[in-house]
C-alpha cells in the first residue's frame, strides 16, 4: 500500500527526488524519470533481464544516430550500471556518418520537409576523447559499415538498439542488423525509435515506414510496439513511453521448448 501511495500524486513529485539522490539499483531508476536518457536505462535493464532468462551473460548496445554524442555517453554510463546490477557485459556501439545526415532517397519518404543533408554533425575528437574502452564508435555510412561489423562480430548478441537517423532510407538500411545472414540476438530485442508519435509522422515515409516494410518483407523477426510498457509506472503520460518497441525473433522463439511441468489450474 505505501508502494502504491508513493507513486501516486502528489506524492511521486517528492518520491522522484528521493530516488533521484539516493544510492538506489539501476532498474528503478528509470521508472522514475530521473536520468537524462530513461528510455536508454529501460533498453538496458530490460535486456539484462531477457538475457539472464536466456543463460546469456552478455549483449551489445547499440546507437544508430550519434551526432553530438548525448545518447551515446549516457548508454555507456548505465551499461556500466546494469552491469553491476545483473553481473551481465555490455558492449556498446555507436553508428553515425560523422559528417551529419547522409543523402536523402529523393522523395517524401525521408522528410526533405525536415530535415537537409549535412544536418547534426559530429566533433569526432571531442566525443572520442569522452568514450571509454567499452565504447565502439563506427564512422561512415551505416550501409557500408554495419555489414563490416556483423561480419566481425563474435561476442555479443544484440539486446538493445536506438533508431534515431531521421532519415526512412537510413533507417531501413540500418535494420538490416536484424537480417544478415550472421546475425545474432536475443530472442526479445528491446529497440528505441525517436521520430515517431509527433503529428508531422506517419506510416508512408520516416521510420515508421521503415518499420513496416521490414516486417512485410520477411517473417524471421517481428518488430512491434511494446505493450503496456507504462503500466504501473508512477509517469505513464512520459512521452518516451509510446517511442519504446521490441524485436521478436520468431526463429529462435520457435525453436525454444519450455522446460517445466505442466501448468495445472486447480478449483
Not at 525517436?194 to 506517419?202: A, F, G, R
Request: glycine share 6%; charged share 25%; aromatic share 12%.
Amino acid at each position: 500500500m505505501l508502494q502504491r501511495l508513493l507513486k501516486e500524486p502528489p506524492f511521486r513529485i517528492a518520491t522522484r527526488l528521493a530516488v533521484k539522490l539516493l544510492p538506489v539499483r539501476a532498474s528503478v531508476k528509470p521508472g522514475w524519470d530521473v536520468v537524462g536518457k530513461p528510455q536508454y536505462l529501460t533498453g538496458l535493464v530490460h535486456a539484462a533481464r531477457e538475457a539472464q532468462a536466456q543463460g546469456i551473460t552478455s549483449f551489445c548496445a547499440i546507437e544508430f544516430g550519434v551526432a553530438g554524442g548525448f545518447g551515446l555517453i549516457e548508454l555507456q554510463k548505465y551499461a556500466e550500471m546494469v552491469e553491476q546490477e545483473f553481473g551481465v557485459t555490455i558492449n556498446v556501439v555507436g553508428f553515425d556518418t560523422g559528417a551529419g545526415l547522409p543523402n536523402f532517397c529523393g522523395d517524401y519518404r525521408d522528410h526533405p520537409d525536415l530535415w537537409v543533408e549535412g544536418d547534426y554533425p559530429m566533433d569526432v575528437d571531442a566525443l572520442k576523447s569522452r568514450l571509454s574502452d567499452r565504447t565502439e564508435l563506427i564512422l561512415g555510412n551505416v550501409t557500408d559499415t554495419l555489414l563490416e561489423y556483423v561480419k566481425s562480430r563474435q561476442r555479443h548478441p544484440v539486446g538493445f538498439a536506438s533508431f534515431d537517423m531521421d532519415l526512412y532510407s537510413s533507417t531501413t538500411d540500418a535494420l538490416q542488423l536484424f537480417l544478415f545472414p550472421q546475425r545474432s540476438n536475443l530472442k526479445r530485442v528491446t529497440l528505441y525509435f525517436d521520430d515517431v508519435h509527433t503529428p508531422i509522422y506517419h506510416r508512408r515515409a520516416g521510420e515508421y515506414l521503415a518499420i513496416q516494410e521490414f516486417n512485410h518483407k520477411q517473417s524471421s523477426i517481428f518488430i512491434d510496439r511494446w505493450y503496456n510498457v507504462s503500466i504501473d509506472r508512477p509517469f505513464p503520460e512520459a512521452f518516451w513511453l509510446n517511442k519504446m518497441y521490441i524485436a521478436h525473433d520468431l526463429d529462435q522463439i520457435s525453436a525454444t521448448k519450455m522446460n517445466r511441468p505442466v501448468v495445472v489450474w486447480k478449483i
